[in-house]
């Protein structure tokens, strides 16, 4: 039975419409074919570099754990060379304070030996002193208010009490015998003892004082030594400049002083503080 050619077009569509891209298939299956083609290669790929992975894996593990031993290693080494190298900076740091303690203990010893002397050299010298003088008349002067014997008593007496160390007793005998009699030959001696007594009290500031009257004695044989105790109480007292100065007072007025060796080495001491 024949359709009416009014409904061929109706027909045409309808197909169209079932099966669009009909015309087209053949295109369609080649895109297929190559887009298969392309996943069955890259499976091959992936399948191949599985195989290289599962090959290099234990390798790649070995060396892992390898770098993962040498890093811990290494950083073991690293902290031992540390921890060393912060003892050594320690050990560096004590021996430096030692050494500054050791400059610092020699200098106060060496001060303290240079007392010690001194102290010694005065007892000597009070002792000779006073041997001397047990064997020595005293002459007669009637304008005293002590006697030359009572005056030379109260010296001795006031000499031994310097060397006991009842410096108290000494200053008042000697201070006694300075206002007594100034002009009696043992007076110089009883103001330069009267201010070892303040000095060895460490009265330093009343000691110098003292030794700056000995001074005013014409004649005094006691001037050297006086000046060399100006430059040890300085020096006791810290003032460094002004113990330099009268130690070089010693050498520029007494060069022919006994104490002209202990005056240059007190200079050169000072000096290198």
Request: glycine share 2%; hydrophobic share 35%.
């Amino acid at each position: 039975m024949r359709h009416p050619k009014s409904s061929r077009p109706v027909l045409l569509l309808f197909l169209c419409f079932l099966a669009p891209g009909w015309g087209q298939q053949p295109d369609v299956q080649r895109q297929f074919k190559r887009l298969e083609a392309r996943i069955n290669r890259e499976k091959v790929r992936i399948d191949s570099l599985e195989n290289q992975i599962r090959i290099l894996l234990p390798d790649l593990k070995n060396t892992l754990r390898a770098a993962t031993e040498a890093k811990k290693q290494s950083d073991s080494v690293d902290i031992s060379i540390i921890n060393k190298m912060n003892t050594l900076q320690n050990k560096i740091q004590i021996l430096e304070d030692k050494a500054a303690y050791t400059d610092s203990t020699n200098f106060q010893i060496l001060a303290q030996l240079v007392m010690i002397e001194n102290k010694v050299v005065t007892l000597t010298n009070s002792f000779t002193e006073m041997y001397n003088l047990k064997n020595e008349t005293p002459a007669s002067d009637n304008t005293s208010k002590l006697s030359p014997q009572q005056y030379k008593d109260l010296y001795i007496q006031s000499l031994s009490n310097f060397q006991n160390g009842n410096y108290d007793a000494a200053i008042k005998g000697f201070a006694q015998l300075v206002v007594a009699d100034p002009r009696n030959e043992l007076a110089d001696n009883s103001q330069y003892w009267l201010a070892e007594c303040y000095y060895s009290q460490k009265n330093y500031k009343r000691s110098i004082i003292e030794f700056e009257k000995v001074f005013t004695f014409p004649g005094t044989d006691k001037d050297d030594d006086a000046q060399l105790k100006l430059g040890l109480a300085y020096q006791s007292m810290g003032d460094v400049e002004k113990a330099k100065q009268e130690y070089q007072r010693l050498l520029d007025y007494f060069p022919a002083s006994e104490y002209v060796e202990k005056a240059k080495e007190a200079i050169k001491q000072l000096s290198m503080e």
